[in-house]
């Protein structure tokens, strides 16, 4: 039975990978509506930082390191503008995950098919599950706050009261990572559920968004230990390569102008790389709901 479970598991993982991979023109759209809208985003405060490096005392250490002189410097004397940008980009990140929900019906759709379709299919799919899929993030979201808003903050009180009389500090370091372990493990429950109501929404379509929520809820419920394998094999790996490149020596700052672009250029394969992983998380997942769901 254990090795069936990890069969499961491991033929989930390769066809969420062998879909993700079969993808290209999807992957392409989405890499370009990501910088699309980060350029939004970004491009206000880039052109601040920019006029602010004109005339800063560590300007021309930029492209050598980005201390922390720079950064406090940047933070203290463009603090209003900082505000006033962020306020500006709440409305671009609105629009951001809701043209990634748009999207979304559509990337289930060719997962599900498995075949390449006139970009015309794809567009009507992601308009025919777009309300359904809004839903259910909706529905996802108070789900998150009502189950992590009083974890963080009970699990908080909890691990103070505990060790309020410590006389060592070894029950506050080990009670912390406690404390968190248990707060990623739900975090990650309610990543699966979400996953999961998103598929059992576009495979039921007509049906209610709080009906798909329960069955997600339900479906990694009972599947706990297989659904958390799953989603940590499908996920972990487009992570751990930027982790990684995080230690490089290139971490550390850029010398030329060569290296930089170098930098831009290697930013944009990672963001490339975590989204064919977000197309094989889904795939996957989808794979494995459907075939424990053809075995009952």
Known sequence: ARRARGGAI?????????????MPGILILKWLVNLSFAAAAVLPIGALLADRLANSAVGEQA??????????????????????????????ALAYLLVNLYLT???????????????????????RHFWPLV?????????????LGPSVYGLARLVEALTEDAAAPQ?????????????????????RVYDYARIA????????????????VVFTSRRGTKTLALWLSLVLPPLALPLMLATAPIADGVGTMEAMW????????????????????LGGQMRFMRRAQSMK
């Open 10 to 22: 491991l033929c989930a993982w390769w066809a969420g990978w062998k879909a993700a991979l079969g």
């Open 105 to 127: 019906g559509g990337i289930l759709h060719r997962l599900r098919a498995g075949v390449r379709e006139p970009w015309g299919e794809f567009f009507r799919s992601c308009q």
């Open 135 to 147: 839903r259910v993030g909706l529905f996802t979201a108070l789900l998150a706050a009502a189950l």
């Open 262 to 281: 170098a930098g831009v250029a290697l930013g944009q394969a990672l963001l490339a790389l975590r989204i064919l992983g977000s197309f094989a998380t």
């Open 171 to 191: 029950p506050l370091f080990y009670l912390t990572w406690l404390h968190w372990a248990i707060l990623l493990l739900l975090g990650s429950w309610v990543a």
């Open 63 to 92: 492209f050598q390191a980005l201390g922390t002189d720079l950064a406090v410097e940047f933070a203290v004397t463009a603090a209003p503008q900082l505000r006033l940008a962020a306020l500006a980009s709440a409305p671009i």
């Open 201 to 216: 929404a576009f495979l039921q379509p007509g049906g209610k968004a709080r009906t798909a929520l329960v069955r997600g």
